[in-house]
């Protein structure tokens, strides 16, 4: 750790920029006080990180679990008839959760992250890119209605993240555009190879140039052009914790008289299953981000963000897991070691007590700018995802007479990548326009299918010869053969001609399912009816109960 201290505090700064305005944007647009994301936002970045045995994960306010707490809070607006929960027993659902979230991690639950396909974690990943962006590009104009937390399609206001953007030609804001075009195209520029390769200016992180350029223009213009100048509901907008009393009047603590409540209990255990599995998502996800190849032990996971979420419930914090738009800067920022999340969380408790009138000086469009570049690094597919896609739109031009590269690699690529690309873009474009959950959820159903697929055409090997007028069938099966691969077996055997001989050699196999065993003993057996010399090797007949 001593080793990386450098990269390492420095990227925690650049994930302090980022998620300061995602803790205060994400619990307005969960309709609770600011102060509540920022405690989130504090624990999951130094208690949830110390637990963790991640080294680049970054826990904190979750916008995929929106959703969830504004049911609970506030059921009308979602058409339910369930009695709304206040926001201290609310606080009680979220220690249910953490404590869920420990005993799943205990029982070792956690494995069900290494069984997410690869390429719905890329579909998650760039789904959450292009929203990013999306969702930037109306506050880098400075258009700021919708709250900078808030990745859900239809927005709370009526509007959608398409119909949001079209807003912003009614609603620009000079200063504000000044500042956000300046600062992206600083940001860009900052991530040149020249930035790179001058030792003065890559000592100092670009996100935090963006924002002290931002300060400093929205300055200047203060002084030349106070009617562009950005001001009020433009800037970055913090809690008065100024006094004791101020401080007091904004924290809520759990109310444990609320544990005899059904109704607490059931969001409790509601928000540990949705924030589990995206915790698990997100550590997959930063794994697949990390240069250096770790990987994240699932079940330690599970019990680090159950132990914050249990901390945010008893302080007044609002429910964290594991963050991909923080992971993710966090990973382009150079961090090394989790020590760049505590500096994030010991940055944001610095900010709600110290500095609150310094950061209410910073532009949402400088910050906005920063989340752009962000988001448009995670969006970037892979090489192999590009190339199947472009194989799919040759093969597609060449049909109808536009012959584009060759044909024959162009179908290679395509059947084989196919695989990838289907889920890929399934989980993207049902996570775009649902959540993060329902994305992964279609992904998931869709690398299914062609993993049954794939199992139904490749259960075992097959040689066919005609030796002196006699038809011969040598099979041999996989190494491991599931009830999936049973229809195949039936076609199979349907397809074979009377007279004819057939060896099964099961002597590579590892794993036969049972309901397959008794397909080749029913096959067997019922084979003399039509003069077929049946040979097992290596497999052990099972008993056949009678039919009647």
């Given at each position: 750790?001593?080793?990386?201290?450098?990269?390492?505090?420095?990227?925690?700064?650049?994930?302090?920029?980022?998620?300061?305005?995602l803790?205060?944007?994400?619990?307005?647009?969960?309709?609770?006080?600011?102060?509540?994301?920022l405690?989130?936002?504090?624990?999951?970045?130094?208690?949830?990180a110390?637990?963790s045995?991640?080294?680049?994960?970054?826990?904190?306010?979750?916008?995929?679990?929106?959703a969830?707490?504004?049911?609970?809070?506030?059921?009308?607006?979602?058409g339910?008839?369930?009695?709304?929960?206040s926001?201290?027993?609310?606080?009680?659902?979220?220690?249910?959760?953490?404590?869920?979230?420990?005993?799943?991690?205990?029982?070792?639950?956690?494995?069900?992250?290494?069984?997410?396909?690869?390429a719905?974690?890329?579909?998650?990943?760039?789904?959450?890119?292009?929203?990013?962006?999306?969702?930037?590009?109306p506050?880098?104009?400075?258009?700021?209605?919708?709250?900078?937390?808030?990745?859900?399609?239809?927005?709370s206001?009526?509007?959608?993240?398409?119909?949001?953007?079209?807003?912003?030609?009614?609603?620009?804001?000079?200063?504000?555009?000044?500042?956000?075009?300046?600062?992206?195209?600083?940001?860009?520029?900052w991530?040149?190879?020249?930035?790179?390769?001058?030792?003065?200016?890559?000592?100092?992180?670009?996100?935090?140039?963006?924002?002290?350029?931002?300060?400093?223009?929205?300055?200047?213009?203060n002084?030349?052009?106070?009617?562009?100048?950005?001001?009020?509901?433009?800037?970055?907008?913090?809690?008065?914790?100024?006094?004791?009393d101020?401080?007091?009047?904004?924290?809520?603590?759990?109310?444990?008289?609320?544990?005899?409540?059904?109704?607490?209990?059931?969001?409790?255990?509601?928000l540990g299953?949705?924030?589990?599995?995206?915790?698990?998502?997100?550590?997959?996800?930063?794994?697949?981000?990390?240069?250096?190849?770790?990987?994240?032990?699932?079940?330690?996971?599970?019990?680090?963000?159950?132990?914050?979420?249990?901390?945010?419930?008893?302080?007044?914090?609002?429910?964290?897991?594991s963050?991909?738009?923080?992971s993710?800067?966090?990973?382009?920022?150079?961090?090394?070691?989790?020590?760049?999340?505590?500096?994030?969380?010991?940055?944001?408790?610095?900010?709600?007590?110290?500095?609150?009138?310094?950061?209410?000086?910073?532009?949402?469009s400088?910050?906005?700018?920063?989340?752009?570049?962000?988001?448009?690094?995670l969006?970037?597919?892979?090489?192999?995802?590009?190339?199947?896609?472009?194989?799919?739109?040759?093969?597609?031009?060449?049909?109808?007479?536009?012959?584009?590269?060759d044909?024959?690699?162009?179908?290679?690529?395509?059947r084989?990548?196919?695989?990838q690309?289907?889920?890929?873009?399934?989980?993207?474009?049902?996570?775009?326009?649902?959540?993060?959950?329902?994305?992964?959820?279609?992904?998931?159903?869709?690398?299914?299918?062609?993993?049954?697929?794939?199992?139904?055409?490749?259960?075992?090997?097959?040689?066919a010869?005609?030796?002196?007028?006699?038809?011969?069938?040598?099979?041999?099966?996989?190494?491991?053969?599931?009830?999936?691969?049973?229809?195949?077996?039936?076609?199979?055997?349907?397809?074979?001609?009377?007279?004819?001989?057939?060896v099964?050699d099961?002597?590579?196999?590892?794993?036969?399912?049972?309901?397959?065993?008794?397909?080749?003993t029913?096959?067997?057996?019922?084979?003399?009816?039509?003069?077929?010399?049946?040979?097992?090797?290596?497999?052990?007949?099972?008993?056949?109960?009678?039919?009647?």
């Open positions: 750790m001593f080793k990386t201290i450098s990269s390492d505090l420095k990227a925690g700064l650049v994930v302090f920029l980022v998620a300061l305005p803790c205060l944007g994400i619990s307005v647009a969960q309709g609770v006080n600011p102060l509540a994301g405690i989130a936002g504090v624990i999951g970045g130094i208690v949830v110390m637990i045995g991640s080294n680049l994960s970054v826990s904190g306010p979750a916008a995929g679990l929106t969830t707490v504004l049911a609970a809070l506030f059921p009308e607006k979602f339910l008839s369930i009695p709304a929960l926001f201290d027993a609310f606080l009680v659902s979220v220690m249910i959760a953490g404590c869920f979230q420990v005993v799943l991690g205990v029982i070792k639950a956690g494995i069900i992250g290494h069984y997410i396909p690869v719905v974690i890329k579909g998650m990943l760039s789904g959450i890119g292009i929203i990013l962006v999306e969702k930037q590009i506050h880098l104009f400075g258009h700021d209605k919708d709250p900078e937390g808030d990745f859900q399609f239809q927005q206001d009526g509007e959608n993240t398409f119909t949001e953007m079209f807003r912003v030609v009614d609603d620009i804001s000079v200063g504000a555009t000044i500042i956000g075009l300046s600062c992206l195209a600083l940001l860009i520029f991530n040149t190879g020249f930035v790179k390769k001058n030792r003065i200016l890559s000592m100092f992180p670009g996100p935090l140039v963006v924002v002290v350029v931002g300060v400093l223009i929205n300055l200047g213009l002084m030349y052009a106070p009617d562009v100048a950005v001001q009020g509901k433009h800037l970055v907008d913090m809690p008065d914790l100024s006094t004791w101020k401080l007091r009047s904004n924290m809520v603590f759990a109310d444990f008289s609320a544990l005899g409540n059904a109704h607490v209990w059931s969001v409790g255990i509601a299953l949705i924030a589990s599995i995206e915790s698990l998502l997100g550590v997959e996800a930063v794994d697949k981000l990390d240069p250096e190849f770790n990987t994240t032990p699932t079940n330690r996971e599970l019990i680090a963000q159950g132990a914050g979420n249990i901390l945010c419930g008893f302080i007044g914090g609002i429910p964290i897991t963050v991909i738009v923080r993710s800067a966090n990973v382009s920022a150079g961090a090394k070691s989790k020590l760049s999340s505590i500096t994030h969380g010991l940055l944001l408790l610095t900010a709600i007590f110290l500095i609150p009138s310094v950061l209410e000086m910073i532009p949402l400088a910050l906005a700018a920063i989340l752009i570049l962000t988001g448009w690094k969006f970037l597919p892979t090489k192999g995802t590009v190339k199947t896609f472009l194989a799919s739109v040759r093969l597609g031009l060449t049909k109808i007479g536009l012959k584009i590269g044909t024959v690699k162009d179908k290679e690529v395509f084989e990548g196919l695989a690309l289907l889920p890929f873009l399934v989980t993207l474009i049902v996570m775009y326009f649902t959540d993060l959950l329902k994305g992964v959820a279609a992904g998931l159903f869709v690398g299914i299918i062609f993993i049954l697929r794939q199992n139904f055409k490749d259960p075992f090997r097959l040689l010869d005609t030796i002196d007028g006699q038809k011969f069938y040598f099979i041999r099966l996989q190494q491991n053969v599931t009830f999936i691969n049973k229809g195949k077996f039936i076609e199979f055997f349907h397809s074979v001609e009377p007279g004819s001989k057939v099964i099961g002597g590579r196999c590892s794993f036969i399912d049972r309901d397959v065993l008794e397909t080749i029913e096959f067997k057996q019922s084979s003399q009816m039509k003069n077929i010399e049946v040979t097992l090797e290596g497999i052990t007949e099972v008993e056949i109960l009678s039919k009647h």
